[in-house]
């Protein structure tokens, strides 16, 4: 009893072919209809009736109307319908997910087509309430139970945080190898270079031994002279060297100790340096002054917690 | 005994306090019920056994989104589903969702106004919970959603008496006493590719900005009834295709590609000559 409510097929009343069936075509008639032509050779399938349509109109309509709240006010049901802007006819920019465009196992069209009704309707919903005098939103300091409970709500949240995370250690990836990249192509870009400008020296050596040439100007120009296309190179090179001269320890040593000026006598005391016993570089143990400068490679934990990040 | 007592010796500063007090109290009940609840809608919505764990879950958020909705062990699946009327009738109820799993995969969803009709079976797919779905959105417990169906609901007499049922069923009754005052949050039916599909959002901004909540599921029309629970058919939906049906079809198609490729080789050996030259067997030994 209860498996024929349930069940689909049994219900349709599906015509069978029967073996006293007078419709069903007898050997005979086949035979005739194969000599005459009609019947052509191959696989033949039975063909299965479609199930019966039904579909009582006037049954629904009453039902309808039996069911109907008429006398309730819009307030009371709270429904309300709009056209879905994919089947809106009269688009002037029928992008994609409108009209034919639209696309239902394209998920995001989907979703957005539904987001759309809903904001429609709820425009149009709040219109409404506002004027039949419902509050839409709740106080502040209302506090009720939620459909979520609050750690649910906080399981999304790690989720969200999480995937946040993950997008910025992958962007952090990304600009590493990038970085990688360009220094690679540096220090190939140097290197080069360095070949170049070699051989053209050798070949001007080579002239001017065979005689072909009797200037010796090339080694002059040699060690000024760039190899073509390679300005962003040099210019690289220079900014290490701008960056070794802001170290101003260094530049103070080279000027101590460095080319140029008088050296007898400079690794002598002199009365300051007398008066300063911990010397010039020497940090004061005991001042809590930031360390600067000497170590500024973080120690091994820091780096892997810094990576990980 | 009296009702009220006048108390004796109470000072003017205390009375005034007392009447504070119950000036606050009755704000909140103001907020909660200040009119009368005339649309006595309520649900029961509970399933049969052997329902996938899916079901199960959607009866508990749908329990979740509807305070005027009640709850009532699994049928057993031999009973006859006209005594869900019965059950019904026992918990006061004249609507019923009833959620029947079959084969341990499949859900089908009744929809029926008790006792008189209509009813519809739908079959259920795509169905996600609100537990799974890591969206941000919330709403209160038991506030009243706003109720959206797209214009294609109109178009057909079955689907608006479709319409006319979800509106009974999923709308909470104003003024419903385990219901909020407030509207927060919509349910949203749009018809398209021939099925029902349900979404829940939040209204975060009342400029529209909405932030999904959840469950998700679709529903396709298998056939309406004109009673609860069975009676006469009034609509049969000539798309729907019975699940069964479908594993069938695919298997049977699976099946055919395997006795092609079987009946390829047995014409290919029965092709095959034995003997592809005519040799005499004793030219070898009279040479």
Known sequence: MQDSNFAEEEEFHVPRLNDDDPDADSDKELQVAFQSGLLKPGIFRPI????????????IRQKLDEIKQTK??????????????????????PGPGIGAEFDVHNDFQRELAFYEQAKESVIIGMRKLQEAGIKTKRPDDYFAEMAKKDDHMKKVREKLVSLQRRRE????????????????????????????????????VKKFRKGKSDKLDFLDKAPVKGGGGSKKKTSQLQQLQQQNKLNPKRAYRNKKYGQGGRKKGSKRNTKESLNNVAGK??????????????????????????KSK | M?????????????????????????????????????????????????????????????MNLMPHAKTEVKMDRKSDLLLINEICEMRSCNKCLFLVGKKGRDVYMWLSNVPHGPSVMFYVEYLNMMEELKFTGNCLKSSRPLLSFCQKFEESLHMQLIKELFIQTFGTPQYHPKSQPFVDHVFTFS???????????????????????????????????????????????????????VRHLQRKENSDKFVGKKAAISDRSARKLEKTFAVDDTDDIFR
């Open chain 1, 48 to 59: 299965t009736a479609p199930p019966p349509r039904i579909n009582n109109e006037e049954a």
């Open chain 1, 72 to 93: 309730l006010d819009w307030v009371e049901r709270l429904d309300v319908t709009v056209v879905m802007a994919t089947n809106k006819e009269n688009v002037e920019e």
């Open chain 1, 169 to 204: 250690a992958m962007e952090k990836n990304r600009s590493q190898q990038k970085m990688k990249k360009y220094g690679k192509q540096v220090q190939q870009a140097v290197v080069q270079e360095r070949q170049h400008k070699k051989k053209e020296m050798l070949n001007a």
């Open chain 1, 281 to 306: 570089f020497k940090r004061n143990v005991h001042s809590n002054k930031a360390k600067g400068g000497k170590n500024k490679r973080p120690g091994k934990s820091k780096r892997t917690k810094n």
């Open chain 2, 2 to 62: 009296p009702r009220k007592r006048k108390l004796p010796g109470l000072t003017g500063n205390l009375k005034s306090k007392h009447l504070k007090l119950a000036e606050d109290n009755s704000k909140e009940e103001n907020l909660k019920s200040k009119g009368k609840w005339i649309n006595k809608q309520r649900v029961l919505v509970f399933t049969s056994r052997g329902i996938p764990y899916k079901g199960r879950h959607l009866v508990k958020d749908l």
């Open chain 2, 191 to 245: 018809i398209m590719d021939g099925k029902i599909w349900f979404r829940n959002y939040q209204i975060a901004e009342e400029n529209g900005e909405l932030v999904e909540i959840g469950p998700r599921f679709t529903l396709t029309v298998a056939r309406i009834f004109s009673g609860s629970f069975g009676r006469s058919v009034m609509y049969v939906n000539p798309d729907y295709k019975s699940p069964n049906l």
